[in-house]
């Protein structure tokens, strides 16, 4: 599976981006999908995940209230809303995929067997 992430950019200080990653490769309905971020300095941290049908999903709770994660199984693809940014949440982000049988989702790197390149996303004014 490959996984192209997009969407990230320069953005004020309370303000809203998309992201987006698509996918290409595999099936996209076998996995749950996730958004992890990175920060210079820090350890790759979860944000979001979503259930291969998009019933189940959870949240990093630094994001939670202020990013939703979706996805379109149609367009093989997993969206990050993401608002009321701070300058805190600057970071490249990644997609990844976590095969699964299930409607789990997971929050831990391990789970996720395939990942994005990341887009970086700076929030600052």
């Known amino acids: 599976v490959q996984l192209q992430a997009s969407g990230g950019g320069l953005v004020q200080p309370g303000g809203s981006l998309r992201l987006s990653c698509a996918a290409s490769?595999?099936?996209?309905?076998?996995?749950?999908m996730g958004w992890f971020r990175q920060s210079p300095g820090k350890e790759r941290e979860f944000v979001a995940a979503?259930?291969?049908?998009?019933?189940?999903?959870d949240y990093g709770d630094s994001v939670k209230g202020r990013f939703t994660i979706s996805r379109d199984n149609a367009k093989n693809t997993v969206y990050l809303q993401m608002r009321s940014l701070k300058p805190e949440d600057t970071a490249v982000y990644y997609c990844?995929?976590?095969?699964?049988?299930?409607?789990?989702?997971?929050?831990?790197?391990?789970?996720?067997?395939?990942w994005g390149q990341g887009t970086l996303v700076t929030v600052s004014s």
């Open positions: 990844a995929a976590d095969y699964t049988v299930t409607g789990a989702v997971h929050t831990t790197k391990p789970h996720y067997n395939y």
């Open positions: 979503i259930s291969r049908g998009g019933r189940v999903t």
């Open positions: 490769g595999g099936t996209f309905s076998d996995y749950a």
